[in-house]
């Protein structure tokens, strides 16, 4: 049931009240909404590899038994979809932790660059194997920020997965850290951390809603490149818990520049 909004509406010719009620969606009745939602899509996301792990293993119990090149075939297969499996939790869990502490804020203060540069450290495995080059400008100045170093490697690994999964292999991509000159500072202007490709790309209509939960612009490209959906979901839990900004500029077919903007720390 919604809430009851009563209105009264004094008019002044004629000295009369008249009284208008409306209904409205709760907060609450939003939440429940979204958490229904929620749920529905996990079940979905999370039963999609499984019916292809359960089919799988029925052939190999049957019809596959003794065939040692197609049950080769199917071991990778499954092997990729149970890793799908496992990244979904692992995200899904990444999310609830973040939900958890969103109103903390992060206690630690880091060098942002040194974070940027062992994310990067972390990363290399990934950017090797799609072949692309990265290529990191620092003009950060030593920017101090409040911030966690785990969830800051988290977002610059997430945005930079993007733009290798969003792009042909063996394409550039651009992290640059930017620091604001000293008298934007004084305005209170954060150090900005870019991360740039050129890659596909993304048609505008698609770009404010990115970072719901489980929005892809591709859902077959998603699913082929090993995504699950939530990478910018957990980017901008994180962004705002750190009382950041996000914006995503994209041009079709020329590529992608995702700014986060973090704010400095007074004691520099
Ligand atoms: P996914 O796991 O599907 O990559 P994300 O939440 O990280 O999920 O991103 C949501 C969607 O935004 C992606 O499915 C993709 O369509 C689009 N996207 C994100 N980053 C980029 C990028 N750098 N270039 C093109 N499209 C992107």
Do not use: C
């Amino acid at each position: 049931a919604g809430r009851d909004t009563t209105y009264t509406v004094h008019i002044a010719s004629a000295g009369q009240a008249v009284v208008l009620t409306f209904q409205d969606r709760t907060a609450a009745e939003d939440i429940y909404q979204f958490r229904t939602d929620f749920v529905a899509n996990v079940s979905h996301e999370l039963r999609t590899p499984l019916t292809a792990l359960l089919g799988f293993i029925e052939t190999l119990r049957g019809p596959a038994r003794d065939d040692a090149a197609a049950r080769d075939r199917f071991l990778e297969v499954m092997a990729r979809e149970a890793g799908r499996m496992a990244r979904l939790v692992d995200d899904l869990l990444s999310l609830s932790r973040l939900e958890a502490k969103e109103r903390v804020r992060p206690s630690g203060s880091v060098v942002l660059a040194n974070v940027a540069q062992s994310a990067l450290a972390e990363l290399q495995p990934v950017t090797d194997a799609a072949g692309a080059t990265i290529r990191f400008e620092d003009q950060s100045g030593g920017a101090n920020i409040a911030a966690e170093a785990g969830e800051l490697r988290q977002v610059i690994a997430n945005l930079i997965e993007n733009a290798v999964k969003y792009s042909e292999p063996g394409s550039e991509i651009a992290l640059s850290l930017n620091a604001p000159a000293h008298e934007a500072r004084l305005r209170g202007v954060g150090v900005r951390l870019v991360v740039r490709d050129a890659g596909f790309g993304i048609a505008p209509h698609h770009i404010a809603r990115l970072t719901e939960r489980f929005y892809r612009v591709d859902n077959h490209r998603s699913r082929e490149v090993g995504g699950t959906g939530l990478g910018l979901a957990i980017v901008k839990h994180i962004v705002n818990r750190h009382r950041g900004r996000l914006l995503i500029e994209s041009i079709e077919g020329e590529g992608t520049t995702v700014t986060v903007i973090l704010p400095v720390l007074d004691d520099q």
